[in-house]
């Protein structure tokens, strides 16, 4: 992929990930042609900062993250007595991470 489009998916997308995950990523997009660019320009990635609010004032954070099941159980439970909430609180930016670079690498399979 031509390097503008490298740096514009980099501005645009780069918060959502982490700093090795985000060089992986720019290594990718450089070996990809420029006719994929739409698909990966498509992709809905979430904001960790968002998820990680969301986390602290609603507890919905895991619907957010295609984790819809655990949601419901954790919404079924009053967030686990407030443990599971507490838990998710730490571990929301990483999970959020985790989830970008997972739809990232499923748009590359489509790309392919």
Not at 14 to 42: H, M, P, R, T, W
Not at 66 to 73: K, P, R, T, Y
Request: aromatic residues 14%.
């Amino acid at each position: 992929m031509r390097q503008e489009l490298v740096q514009a998916f980099m501005l645009k997308n780069g918060d959502c990930f982490d700093f090795v995950a985000a060089q992986e990523v720019q290594k990718k997009l450089e070996a990809l042609d420029d006719s994929n660019s739409a698909i990966l320009y498509s992709l809905n990635l979430q904001k960790p900062t968002v998820m990680l609010i969301i986390a602290i004032l609603l507890g919905w954070d895991r619907f957010f993250l295609d984790d819809i099941a655990l949601g419901v159980v954790k919404v079924i439970t009053c967030y686990g007595c407030g443990i599971w909430w507490l838990i998710d609180i730490f571990s929301a930016k990483k999970r959020t991470y985790e989830y970008n670079y997972k739809k990232f690498t499923e748009a590359l399979l489509l790309c392919k």
